[in-house]
């Protein structure tokens, strides 16, 4: 197993980024709702998703977020 860590693509990942949250999330998530969580962060915002991938498998996702609002 060759694991690399890299930061999400929106077209290519989100997808897989969505089925790998919705195994823990009380309501399915789905790439369509992870671009539009993207959109709606403020001027100032700090969004990364990175996610874990194994030759060409998504095997792991994570997500940091810091809002303006937010000390």
């Known amino acids: 197993m060759n694991i690399t860590i ?6 290519r990942d989100y997808d897989r980024a969505a089925e790998i949250i919705s195994t823990f999330e009380r309501l399915p998530v789905t790439a369509e709702s ?34 303006t609002w937010d000390r």
């Open 34 to 67: 992870l671009r539009e969580w993207d959109n709606r962060s403020g001027e100032g915002a700090v969004r990364r998703r990175m996610v874990a991938v194994d030759g060409d498998e998504i095997v792991g996702y994570s997500t940091i977020a810091h809002d």
């Open 6 to 11: 890299r930061e999400a693509d929106p077209q």
